[in-house]
């Protein structure tokens, strides 16, 4: 995330101010504040040359009107002013920021114009990296009544750059929390800065939480990738979830490469899945992802038998609908509602899924409603599927994994 402030806001500042040197004699006279007109003339050409953008040469000729003899404080204020502006205009940050600084401490300029003074000195100062000075002047703009988020921007940036990542963190979450709550979508390059500072404070929980937020607003792939990686590293992931990892990783077009689709359909055959090991299998192929290389034979070989079998289970299937055959077990009861979901048959497979969750007795119930949520997600039930991953709690990573899977279901 950048913050864009261009130096030359300050010059732009005075010219839209218009007029600014009240050439005044009688008002001198008289003890109110302006410019004798011996110098009038002079600061009214260096507004002129401002203007026109010829900051160079306003630097000089305010140089020559800086060398007057008894200056009042007024008039020093008036050339603090236009030095500030033409430096800026120039490319001389550091002479920019001392003269509007000096106009800053005189006390003259009125409050609404001091807003838009402190804003640009925020930029130039953090476009010098000069990060605790960005964040002081920030904090007066603040007091001052500002209230352009990028200024809020350049805080956070400022305090990430200068190492302060858990203040950086600490005030990103609230930006990000305060628009979910308002029901505003969250920036994905702030979500991206907040996660880099989880990373420097090495704080695993926070960089999840919001990689998590990322896949929630922004499901790229490398996200989910990212994501589904670090599930599996995790300490006690069971290899059992792998199958559901993968299933993920399908759905978010986060499949990697002719290993993934393989391992895929292969742990699906072995589950006794041999239709979704045939879908999985042949889009492989269909994407030029398999049948490549040396391999290639080996995953033709695998396909082949996921065609067999898969032809052999729908064989299987008719006969047992044309006998309204089905097991009492509920373990095979729920078996065979998945593979009647991953041939196809969602409406038939999904009842026979919730009978046997509903007997109860199942070996595994928590997985069973990891499985449920995931076949419901597939026949484009969305609230049914998060509220079957909502029970899908347990150990070896089941509940985090059941978490992804329903941040996909939103």
Not at 383 to 406: I, M, T
Request: contains cysteine; hydrophobic residues 45%.
């Amino acid at each position: 995330m950048k913050i864009m402030f261009a130096v030359r806001r300050l010059c732009q500042l005075l010219v839209c101010l218009g007029t600014l040197v009240a050439v005044a004699p009688h008002a001198v006279a008289q003890g109110k504040e302006g410019v004798r007109p011996e110098l009038g003339k002079t600061l009214l050409g260096i507004q002129d040359l401002l203007k026109a953008g010829q900051h160079k040469e306003a630097l000089t000729r305010i140089a020559e009107a800086d060398a007057l003899s008894g200056k009042t404080p007024y008039e020093v204020f008036i050339l603090d002013r236009l030095r500030g502006a033409a430096a800026a205009g120039s490319g001389e940050t550091d002479l920019a920021v001392r003269s509007f600084e000096a106009v800053l401490a005189s006390g003259r300029l009125p409050a609404s114009e001091q807003i838009g003074i402190l804003e640009a000195l925020v930029g130039t100062y953090y476009g010098a990296r000069n990060y605790p000075q960005t964040i002081a002047t920030a904090q007066r703009y603040f007091q001052q009544g500002g209230n352009n988020p990028k200024i809020r921007s350049a805080v956070i940036q400022a305090r990430y750059a200068g190492g302060d990542f858990a203040a950086a963190a600490s005030e990103l979450a609230a930006d990000l929390d305060a628009d979910e709550q308002a029901g505003r979508k969250p920036d994905e390059a702030r979500l991206q800065l907040l996660g880099s500072c989880y990373l420097r404070l090495k704080d695993e929980a926070g960089y999840t939480n919001a990689l998590e937020r990322l896949v929630a607003y922004f499901p790229k792939p490398e996200h989910w990738l990212e994501l589904a990686v670090r599930l599996q590293k995790q300490a006690g992931f069971s290899e059992r979830l792998t199958l559901d990892v993968l299933r993920l990783q399908r759905v978010t077009n986060s499949l990697l490469d002719a290993d993934d689709y393989a391992y895929l359909g292969q742990l699906a055959l072995q589950a006794g899945l041999p239709a979704e090991a045939r879908a999985v299998l042949e889009e492989g192929f269909a994407k030029g992802v398999l049948g490549q290389g040396s391999e290639g034979p080996k995953q033709k070989q695998l396909r082949d038998l996921a065609n067999r079998q898969a032809l052999a289970d729908a064989k299987q299937q008719a006969e047992n609908d044309s006998k309204g055959l089905r097991r009492s077990d509920v373990n095979t009861l729920f078996a065979d509602g998945h593979a009647l979901v991953t041939a196809g048959r969602s409406e038939n497979g999904l009842a026979l899924m919730e009978q046997a969750l509903a007997k109860g007795g199942l070996k595994r119930p928590a997985e069973a409603w990891l499985h449920l949520g995931e076949s419901y997600l597939a026949a484009g039930k969305k609230d049914q599927a998060r509220a079957a991953f909502a029970k899908a709690v347990g150990a070896e990573g089941l509940g985090d994994l059941a978490r992804l899977w329903s941040i996909l279901a939103r």
